[in-house]
């Protein structure tokens, strides 16, 4: 984008930089607390992670950022609980042309911000660590 000039962009990635670590602390604490709350979730993650253990060099069990990345269930407990525990919204642009919104106006290549909330079948108020599974039975997507 042509608007976007480097004072810009390194102010996103102090924001990116500030996110990540304001933010870390806080989904660490609440990522326990609702597993321990949710007996059977808990003992789904112990035994994902107890499988992407290995043995280290050192003979120690390890973990990789990879393995855990890759795993549904963390991916969906983490997710789950940023979306409640965090204020997220995101920025997005009119690619193409200048289009109406109702009573707003979305210009070509201006940024907007957006609150990154749905309306769903479940409430979103409350705390579902398999809320970003995916379902192939689904045609929804939304979940159990």
Known sequence: MDSIDANALASQDLGL???E???SIPAVFWFVVE???RPHFL???REEVTAAQFSSMSGDRALTIESLC???LLQSVYAEILRIYTSLFALRSAAHEDFKLGEWSIYKDELIATVLEEEEPYPLSQ???AKFLKYPDDPFQWGP
Request: glycine share 0%.
């Open 17 to 19: 930089i500030w996110a």
């Open 21 to 23: 670590n304001a933010n």
């Open 35 to 37: 597993l321990l709350q």
């Open 43 to 45: 003992s789904q993650a």
């Open 70 to 72: 890759s795993n549904p």
């Open 127 to 129: 705390f579902w660590a």
